[in-house]
């Protein structure tokens, strides 16, 4: 099973940035696909951005133009570079693969907080 650790959240004022990684136990070349997700307080997990191995992307719609995900396959780290903080992207954030037999792992999460 593939390890995710994700790490670089905190507490940030709107309108700020943050960048967050996640580093892969494993070669993130034999990984489908690696994705970010958050969850705020009672609310339901969401996709927030992911990125396949062909180098496709896909943005929630409420990220687009604000966050950028990335890979580095040297590192095995995938980054989600986040601009323009608002207050609603408060959240754990959390770290997910695909790999190609279908095989899902998470990383622990880490807390973003965005104040107003």
């Known amino acids: 099973q593939v390890q995710l650790v994700e790490s670089g959240g905190g507490l940030v004022q709107a309108g700020g940035s943050l960048r967050l990684s996640c580093a892969a136990s494993v070669s993130i070349f034999s990984v489908n696909v690696m994705g970010w997700y958050r969850q705020a307080p009672g609310k339901q997990r969401e996709l927030v951005a992911s990125i396949l191995r062909t180098g496709g992307t896909n943005y929630n719609d409420s990220v687009k133009g604000r966050f950028t995900i990335s890979r580095d396959y040297a590192k095995n780290t995938v980054y989600l570079q986040m601009n323009s903080l608002k207050p609603e992207d408060t959240a754990v954030y959390y770290c997910?693969?695909?790999?190609?037999?279908?095989?899902?792992?998470w990383g622990q999460g880490t807390q973003v907080t965005v104040s107003s």
């Open positions: 997910r693969s695909i790999a190609a037999t279908g095989l899902t792992s």
